[in-house]
């Protein structure tokens, strides 16, 4: 039998995790940040200014939507945690609106602890950027996932990909997801190269609301990318099949077996491909990669 791995849910939603205003160290004010990214056919976003929570009015629409969330720092430390609200969980205490979450003295895992007990999601930021050891992020317990790809991060310095840390995780049984995001800080909005528009997630969700699109980044119904697109992802028995926009190849990353990377010998573009699962296999992602070397990412298939 047939089983659909992604999308679980026929509505499919565009959306950035991370950005900035100058709520903190953004060029451009709120308004005009919200109208750039639904202008480009965004459906929802978070506003993750630095240690300033921000609590959105546009929770429920048709159209846009708007998260609520912060980036937290721990510290003089290399952890940049964000916090996106979970409103399908029970809370005695949240965030405020435009509350301050200070430098404090909290270890890593107490500012997670933290930030769940107040009805949030976290996930860690950019770890090539703020040079994370691995063992740094295998050791706090909690948070959601990492970003593979941050936008701002591979324009400024070329530390934007960090797959490895994410392979380094997966291999040692921590089920952690991937994002992409823009991190956008600089005011380049009318610029063709810019820090906006260049990382992004596409959540198969139930409806455009911040608990649907929560509820479906919690359960990994999403992808990543700069780029291509995953149409569908199946299952059946121990085969594994993708439907992709068109690319230049498609890579199954597999462990501890090898996995297996598809492409056309003559360099035309592919956009289907299947994987026999290897016996003793612990987890399969999905890389795509198309003519221009922009990516797109499945999350982590556990088996």
């Known amino acids: 039998m047939k089983q659909r791995i992604y999308p679980k849910f026929e509505n499919i939603y565009k959306g950035n995790l991370h950005t900035h205003t100058t709520r903190s160290d953004g060029p451009y004010e709120l308004n005009k940040i919200l109208k750039a990214y639904k202008d480009m056919g965004y459906q929802f976003l978070c506003i993750s200014d630095h240690r300033k929570y921000y609590v959105s009015s546009i929770k429920d629409n048709e159209e846009f939507i708007v998260l609520d969330g912060m980036e937290g720092e721990v510290g003089d430390s290399c952890y940049h945690i964000h916090a996106i609200a979970d409103y399908s969980v029970e ?64 324009r400024e310095s070329l530390t934007g990909y960090a797959t490895d840390y994410w392979d380094y995780l997966l291999r040692r049984g921590k089920k952690v997801y991937g994002f992409a995001s823009d991190d956008a800080h600089a005011e380049d909005l009318h610029l063709n190269v810019r820090e906006y528009f260049g990382g992004w997630i596409c959540v198969s969700a139930e409806g455009l609301s911040q608990k649907n699109i929560v509820n ?62 290897p016996k003793g296999t612990g987890y399969i992602r999905i890389e795509i990669t198309d003519q221009y070397g922009k990516k797109a990412w499945s999350n982590p298939i556990f088996l």
């Open 91 to 154: 809370v005695k205490e949240r965030f405020e609106a435009e509350g301050i979450w200070p430098v404090t003295e909290q270890d890593p895992q107490e500012t997670i602890d933290e930030y769940v007990r107040r009805g949030n999601i976290c996930i860690i930021n950019h770890p090539r950027w703020t040079k994370m050891e691995y063992e740094e992020l295998l050791e706090p317990e909690g948070y959601l996932g990492i970003e593979v790809y941050n936008n701002n991060c591979d």
């Open 216 to 277: 479906s980044l919690k359960t990994g119904d999403f992808y990543a990318s700069n780029g291509p697109e995953i149409l569908a992802i199946d299952r059946e028995e121990n085969t594994i099949s993708i439907q992709t926009s068109p690319v230049k190849s498609i890579a199954f990353v597999a462990w501890p077996e090898h996995g297996l990377n598809v492409y056309d010998k003559f360099g035309k573009d592919i956009r289907e491909a299947s994987f026999t699962i």
